[in-house]
């Protein structure tokens, strides 16, 4: 009785699952391109080099030499004027970018940022690190400005901890009652928070920081 019931539990799990997949976009390929399709019916022609899944709701397209976003519908979000692209935090998030220079979108194709920065990374707490006219910063997943990018190096050893460099010395800062870093914008307004303890370094802490 029991392998009865497993076996038909079994069924219905592998029923519900091809149910699934058979109603979500998926690709599909034609003569070395792709296209979208749902419910066996094609949203889009088969005129892409690559399409990657860009969170739930849309995907990266590569037409020609250009990257670009576009949704389960089909509906073009971000124009393919971008020659390089990235994905970031388990696909939700794509960086786009051309001539040395990288914006970032959401999955539903809102710019995060402008077209303004040499290098986006991520990093712990929700944040971005930006990299501009060689000074690091930090922004949100929501796009709001954690740090501006006036550090000259910046690393994140955990979560409740980053070390950054400006004027030429280390500071470590460590949030003392949440797990994650909320900094002022202004690096000089750092000593007045409370919930910062902000700790001077003899020494540089890494080599050569970067991102964490």
């Known amino acids: 009785m029991k392998k009865i019931f497993l076996t038909i539990l079994t069924i219905l799990l592998n029923i519900s699952f091809i149910y699934a997949n058979e109603t979500l976009t998926q690709t599909y390929g034609e003569n070395n391109k792709f296209g979208l399709i749902k419910n066996n019916v094609k949203i889009t022609e088969p005129i892409y080099k690559k399409i990657i899944r860009l969170g739930d709701s849309s995907w990266l ?9 576009i949704s389960n519908d089909g509906e073009i979000l971000v124009e ?16 786009l970018g051309s001539k040395g220079k990288y914006a970032l979108f959401d999955e539903y194709g809102r710019a995060i940022t402008n077209k ?6 991520i990093l712990y707490g929700k944040m971005f690190l930006v990299e501009k006219n060689y000074k690091f910063g930090l922004i949100s997943y929501e796009g709001d400005i954690i ?6 190096d910046i690393y994140m050893p955990k979560p ?10 280390w500071y470590e800062i460590e949030q003392k009652n949440k797990e994650t870093i909320e900094l002022p914008t202004d690096l000089t307004s ?4 409370k919930n ?3 700790t001077q370094l003899v020494q540089n802490p890494v080599t050569s920081a970067g991102y964490g």
């Open 196 to 198: 910062l303890k902000i």
């Open 80 to 95: 393919p004027n971008y020659s390089q692209a990235y994905r970031f935090s388990g696909g939700k998030f794509a960086r």
């Open 61 to 69: 397209f590569l037409k020609g030499s250009k990257y670009g976003i």
């Open 147 to 152: 740090l501006a990018p006036i550090a000259d």
């Open 116 to 121: 303004e920065y040499s290098s986006i990374e």
């Open 160 to 169: 409740s901890m980053i070390k950054i460099k400006y004027d030429n010395i």
């Open 190 to 193: 750092i000593d007045t928070d």
